[in-house]
T-cell receptor, first 114, second 114 residues
Framework: NAGVMQNPRHLVRRRGQEARLRCSPM?????VYWYRQLPEEGLKFMVY????????ESGMPKERFSAEFPKEGPSILRIQQVVRGDSAAYFC????????????FGPGTRLTVL | GNSVTQMEGPVTLSEEAFLTINCTYT??????LFWYVQYPGEGLQLLLK?????DKGSNKGFEATYRKETTSFHLEKGSVQVSDSAVYFC?????????????FGKGTHLIIQP
């Protein structure tokens, strides 16, 4: 049973470009979470999604960031017009379809903004 | 919302020493509590969890007991190995529990010397 998949593992963008990060949850999981880890800091919750629905986006910056989890395909975290402060590791996690509080994490995407 | 405080590192120990990493929490109700471990350059792995008061989670020689009277979930291991060197995160759900984003402590960097 494959774990949570994220791609790309490393992404380099210049200021002003767009970054798209993808996450495929574990088989049988329909809850997806995105977290950001800034250098030398812990993980900060960004957004929680179920298929075609955003459940909680209280941790998302108000501008430039968006997330989706379509009926088919992976979840996407999009960052428009990236700035140097967006450089971080972005982790995706998933949990089972019915009520469960155990989350399983992907390997992360390390975004570097030049 | 819920919050968690854990001791900050780095914590440096010799191989076979006894390990304690302190974690205390503030929460509404009695949510599940988690310890995650992050090895260099990797994502987070669930180490152990406890779902109710007095529960003891255990895995790979690590243990933590859910203490509601002291609101603590300290991580312990009787004899550490060099391979235990990693960053350890205490976590709990953001709020009510169930399928919800997680709130993490800042992480404790553990260094085990041979």
């Amino acid at each position: 049973n494959a774990g949570v998949m994220q791609n790309p593992r490393h992404l380099v963008r210049r200021r002003g470009q767009e970054a798209r990060l993808r996450c495929s949850p574990m088989k049988g999981h329909s809850h997806v979470y995105w977290y950001r880890q800034l250098p030398e800091e812990g993980l900060k919750f960004m957004v929680y999604l179920q298929k075609e629905n955003i459940i909680d986006e209280s941790g998302m910056p108000k501008e430039r960031f968006s997330a989706e989890f379509p009926k088919e395909g992976p979840s996407i975290l999009r960052i428009q017009q990236v700035v140097r402060g967006d450089s971080a590791a972005y982790f995706c996690a998933s949990s089972r379809e019915f009520k469960s509080d155990t989350q399983y994490f992907g390997p992360g995407t390390r975004l570097t903004v030049l | 919302g819920n919050s968690v405080t854990q001791m900050e590192g780095p914590v440096t120990l010799s191989e076979e020493a006894f390990l304690t990493i302190n974690c205390t929490y503030t929460a509404t109700g009695y949510p599940s509590l988690f310890w995650y471990v992050q090895y260099p350059g990797e994502g987070l792995q669930l180490l152990l969890k406890a779902t109710k008061a007095d529960d003891k989670g255990s895995n790979k020689g690590f243990e933590a007991t859910y203490r509601k009277e002291t609101t603590s979930f300290h991580l312990e291991k009787g004899s550490v190995q060099v391979s235990d060197s990693a960053v350890y995160f205490c976590a709990l759900p953001n709020s009510g529990g169930g399928a919800d984003g997680l709130t993490f402590g800042k992480g404790t960097h553990l260094i085990i010397q041979p």
